[in-house]
């Protein structure tokens, strides 16, 4: 099978209906969506925080989301097994100083997926939401606004999950049987207990 890539900006409906368009050109359908654009900017408190930073967690986090959802809708097919996995994080449901934004938008994203399971209820489209740990990823890059040394901090002697360990489970939640749905999966490393319960090593 061939392998098409569209490159687009969540945070711009024109740009999301464009996609959506032009899947319908080239393939009439969607099997699995998986929206995984998002990220965090910058650890600032609530007093200190900044609108830009607020709203570009909230225009791609959460906006993106509900934008992609809405745009593939219409391509789902019905009663064939088909998945929506929306990837939000460990941080919708367990808090940290600095994350105001952040973990306010993947709760957002946890509740906006718990809602569309319940309109899709009957069509036979499975939504699922995963929930990752500590992830390895360019996510610190983006949060420390391109600073490498502090972009490492959080990983220092552990060892966090990688891409890999949340595209394999993309895979298993979506190959699963067409009437089995995972409803929430969350992923951390064998490191990581908690947000505030990480063991990390004098070297690893």
Same mark, same amino acid.
């Given at each position: 099978?061939?392998?098409?890539?569209?490159?687009?900006?969540?945070?711009?409906?024109?740009?999301?209906?464009?996609?959506?368009?032009?899947?319908?050109?080239?393939?009439?359908? #969607?099997?699995?969506?998986?929206?995984?654009?998002?990220?965090?900017?910058?650890?600032?408190?609530?007093?200190?925080?900044?609108?830009?930073?607020?709203?570009?967690?909230?225009?791609?986090?959460?906006?993106?989301?509900?934008?992609?959802?809405?745009?593939?809708?219409?391509?789902?097919?019905?009663?064939?097994?088909?998945?929506?996995?929306?990837?939000?994080?460990?941080?919708?449901?367990?808090?940290?100083?600095?994350?105001?934004?952040?973990?306010?938008?993947?709760?957002?994203?946890?509740?906006?997926?718990?809602?569309?399971? #319940?309109?899709?209820?009957?069509?036979?489209?499975?939504?699922?939401?995963?929930?990752?740990? #500590?992830?390895?990823?360019?996510?610190?890059?983006?949060?420390?606004?391109?600073?490498?040394?502090?972009?490492?901090?959080?990983?220092?002697?552990? %060892?966090?999950?990688?891409?890999?360990?949340?595209?394999?489970?993309?895979?298993?939640?979506?190959?699963?049987?067409?009437?089995?749905?995972?409803?929430?999966?969350?992923?951390?490393?064998?490191?990581?207990?908690?947000?505030?319960?990480? %063991?990390?090593?004098?070297?690893?």
């Amino acid at each position: 099978s061939e392998a098409h890539v569209y490159a687009l900006d969540v945070a711009d409906t024109q740009s999301v209906n464009a996609f959506g368009d032009w899947v319908k050109r080239k393939t009439k359908r #969607l099997d699995v969506l998986i929206t995984n654009a998002g990220g965090a900017h910058g650890l600032d408190t609530v007093a200190e925080g900044k609108d830009a930073d607020w709203e570009t967690m909230m225009q791609v986090n959460v906006l993106g989301v509900l934008r992609m959802t809405r745009a593939a809708l219409p391509l789902i097919p019905h009663d064939a097994g088909a998945s929506i996995i929306n990837i939000g994080s460990h941080a919708d449901r367990a808090p940290y100083e600095g994350g105001s934004a952040y973990c306010g938008a993947k709760a957002a994203v946890a509740q906006l997926t718990r809602v569309l399971r #319940l309109e899709l209820c009957g069509t036979g489209i499975r939504v699922c939401l995963i929930a990752p740990g #500590l992830a390895e990823t360019e996510f610190s890059l983006v949060r420390f606004k391109g600073d490498v040394a502090k972009a490492k901090k959080p990983y220092e002697g552990t %060892y966090p999950l990688v891409g890999e360990d949340i595209a394999e489970a993309m895979v298993w939640v979506a190959s699963r049987p067409a009437h089995v749905n995972i409803d929430e999966m969350v992923i951390k490393p064998t490191d990581q207990a908690a947000i505030h319960k990480v %063991y990390r090593r004098k070297s690893a």
